[in-house]
């Protein structure tokens, strides 16, 4: 499993409310992606770290900020949670050319 | 940006037949493609990978083609097994690694015994 956690693993919030998402690694690799998977659209790319404290947007980072203070810890911010924001989101650290998943996180915003 | 297109979105086969799953990129620059089998309820796991510096790798059942001047790459399964039922999905990326994959938006394969 590449020694990737996510936590929490599941969660259901309100619309409105802030949420943080949290990915942590042991293995030390510098860069790491946060991505949502929803039906009929695979993965896409919400935001990504290549060093602590450098981060860059993807695809779809509308509504979405994060932040990395340390190598291990790379967290996702939801500022306002709207229901378009339900999904599955996956965490990925790369390990030269291979990119290996996180567990997940199941975010209900109801 | 690179765009992946993956067909088809589902696929059912006999147990013991062979499946085919095909994915084209639109950026020339990029250089890895990786798959990725997704049980239900699991994370992606990376089951093959090829680089543009070869045209074909093989892991046992499963093979990876690559032709760069079409821009298109495939994935083939063998003999499959019920246990192959998954979501697959496609990716490229470019430069050195370390870059954000882009993905296919997955095939559904369902392998009936």
């Known amino acids: 499993d590449a020694g990737i956690t996510q936590s929490p693993r599941h969660k259901v919030t309100e619309t409105g409310t802030p949420v943080t998402l949290r990915c942590h690694q042991t293995?030390?690799?510098?860069?790491m992606y946060w991505y949502r998977q929803d039906p009929g659209h695979g993965l896409r790319l919400i935001h990504y770290?290549?060093?602590?404290?450098?981060?860059d947007k993807g695809e779809v980072s509308d509504g979405y900020s994060v932040s990395r203070s340390k190598t291990e810890d790379f967290l996702l911010t939801l500022e306002s949670a709207t229901s378009s924001q339900t999904s599955v989101y996956f965490c990925?650290?790369?390990?030269?050319?291979?990119?290996?998943f996180g567990p997940g996180t199941r975010l209900t915003v109801t | 940006g690179e765009n992946v297109e993956q067909h088809p979105s589902t696929l059912s086969v006999q147990e013991g037949d062979s499946a085919v799953i095909k994915c084209t990129y639109s950026?020339?620059?990029?250089?890895?493609f990786p798959w990725y089998k997704q049980e239900l309820g699991k994370r992606p796991q990376l089951i093959i990978d090829?680089?543009?510096?070869?045209g074909e790798k093989k892991d046992q059942r499963i093979a990876v083609t690559l032709n760069k001047t079409a821009k298109h790459f495939s994935l083939h399964i063998t003999e499959t097994q019920p246990e192959d039922s998954a979501v697959y999905f496609c990716?490229?990326?470019?430069?050195?690694?370390?870059?954000?994959?882009?993905f296919g938006k997955g095939t559904r394969l369902s392998v009936i015994a």
């Open positions: 990925a650290i790369s390990a030269g050319y291979e990119q290996y």
């Open positions: 293995e030390n690799h510098r860069y």
């Open positions: 770290s290549y060093g602590v404290k450098d981060t």
């Open positions: 950026d020339s620059a990029s250089n890895y």
């Open positions: 090829i680089r543009s510096n070869v």
């Open positions: 990716a490229a990326s470019k430069d050195s690694g370390n870059t954000p994959l882009v």
